[in-house]
């Protein structure tokens, strides 16, 4: 079963609009961690934000935001008021494990694409 | 510019070859992760290392090996190389190495097997 899923293959949203971008995962540990980042073409995996699994506002950084429902295992990022540069492939991930180790799992991604 | 630093940038090589990638964490950082990307599997997690130390293992192949040196930068050794390990290959760090740990990425290696 996937752990982090990106049911979003591709969005278009127009400049200066908000954009949703979903992502459901699944774990039965009880301690964990939720991030996002964006992979513009050049490549580099940016980190735009962090929720922990006890953290209980949702995180905000900037124009980006994490719509956070642990009852629903889903942490959406929002981006607000888009813009060109934002175009680009965001994945969701999720820090599971123990202290004997922890791995991190990604989603397989969504394209956003911004429109002028 | 995440701080993480990888060498080399592009690697070209052939089947059944044998290549090293390198990688410096961010100053003050224990925490050493590697990373495969390819168009078919994604973005999949290979291993980490702690202060020299193993911590955690994903989908490494047994003809991959990493290390992670006193200085605590890391290599990632690719042996008997196939078509199929052509792909992004990024290093990631953090400060310490819990569930809530925050990895940044460096720009990653792109292998080519040829």
């Known amino acids: 079963a996937q752990k982090i899923t990106q049911t979003q293959p591709g969005m278009f949203v127009q400049e200066k609009e908000a954009v949703t971008l979903d992502c459901t995962y699944d774990?039965?540990?009880?301690?964990?961690?939720l991030f996002w980042y964006k992979q513009p073409s050049s490549g580099e995996m940016i980190f735009l934000i962090y929720?922990?699994?006890?953290?209980?506002q949702n995180a905000t950084e900037g124009r980006y935001s994490l719509n956070f429902q642990k009852a629903r295992k889903s942490a959406n990022l929002v981006i607000s008021a888009s813009q060109l540069g934002d175009s680009a492939m965001y994945f969701c991930?999720?820090?599971?494990?123990?202290?004997?180790?922890?791995?991190?799992?990604f989603g397989a991604g969504t394209r956003l694409f911004v429109k002028a | 510019d995440s701080g993480v630093t990888q060498t080399p940038k592009h690697l070209i090589t052939a089947t059944g070859q044998r290549v090293t990638l390198r990688c410096s964490p961010r100053?003050?950082?224990?925490?050493v992760y590697w990373y495969q990307q390819s168009l078919d599997q994604g973005l999949q997690f290979l291993i980490q290392?702690?202060?020299?130390?193993?911590?955690a293992k994903g989908n490494i192949l047994e003809r991959f090996s990493a290390q992670q040196f006193p200085d605590l930068h890391s290599e990632l050794n690719l042996s008997s190389l196939e078509l199929g390990d052509s792909a992004l290959y990024f290093c990631?760090?953090?400060?310490?190495?819990?569930?809530?740990?925050?990895?940044?990425f460096g720009p990653g290696t792109r292998l080519l097997v040829l």
């Open positions: 990631a760090s953090s400060v310490e190495s819990g569930p809530r740990e925050t990895q940044y």
């Open positions: 774990t039965s540990d009880q301690s964990y961690g």
């Open positions: 929720q922990g699994s006890y953290d209980e």
């Open positions: 991930a999720m820090r599971e494990g123990n202290t004997g180790g922890f791995k991190t799992i």
């Open positions: 100053s003050g950082d224990l925490s």
């Open positions: 290392y702690y202060n020299g130390e193993e911590r």
